[in-house]
T-cell receptor, first 110, second 115 residues
């Protein structure tokens, strides 16, 4: 399994602004997954994007995948205070399990 | 039902105690996982069960003993733990299909404190 590396490590924005976080990985993947974790709680699966997809949307979330650059980005539009959480990416290759990077801590202030 | 439940929510145990963490899902998933998460760190995989058989043990100390009695239940038996084992223990499940694990559904976790 390989670990994604999220960037930035921390992001602080105001409600209503957009938040963008990035994920880089090292080897080819079958899919890449994004998860959210509110403080001290379980992780919630947000989006899975397959290696043959370039962009995927889910509500206010937009994920892109550039396999040539081995990178992905997660955009949250019109952020809300409830979006405050840690966000993790998990690149998945073959039969590998999920390995989480250090994540991006997003703080959305009212 | 897309929920993974974990009991108890909180557990305080002494180093000589024996306790168990429980996890249950009714989504028909055939892969179940235990993760350990220390404060301000990402979750770290401990064990994977696939079709009720232990498929991955990430070199976890023997004081942690997993058990998968059936496809819906996953237990983690704890014995002679150390204070450094205090952490949030997360259970997850997924449906392994094809050649890649797909999205995992996580429970809310058990906050374990070893005194």
């Amino acid at each position: 399994s390989q670990q994604g590396e999220e960037d930035p490590q921390a992001l602080s924005i105001q409600e209503g602004e957009n938040a963008t976080m990035n994920c880089s990985y090292k080897t080819s993947i079958n899919n890449l997954q994004w998860y959210r974790q509110n403080s001290g709680r379980g992780l919630v699966h947000l989006i899975l994007i397959r290696s043959n997809e370039r962009e995927k949307h889910s509500g206010r979330l937009r994920v892109t995948l550039d396999t040539s650059k081995k990178s992905s980005s997660l955009l949250i539009t019109a952020s809300r205070a409830a979006d405050t959480a840690s966000y993790f990416c998990a690149p998945v290759s073959g039969y590998s399990t999920l390995t989480f990077g250090k994540g991006t801590m997003l703080l959305v202030s009212p | 039902d897309t929920e993974v439940t974990q009991t108890p929510k909180h557990l305080v145990m002494g180093m000589t105690n024996k306790k168990s963490l429980k996890c249950e899902q009714h989504m028909g998933h055939r892969a179940m996982y235990w993760y350990k998460q220390k404060a301000k760190k990402p979750p770290e995989l401990m064990f994977v069960y696939s079709y009720e058989k232990l498929s991955i043990n990430e070199s976890v100390p023997s004081r942690f003993s997993p058990e998968c009695p059936n496809s819906s239940l996953l237990n983690l038996h704890l014995h002679a733990l150390q204070p450094e084992d205090s952490a949030l223990y997360l259970c997850a499940s997924s449906q392994p299909t094809g050649n890649s694990h797909y999205e995992q559904y996580f429970g809310p976790g058990t906050r374990l404190t070893v005194t």
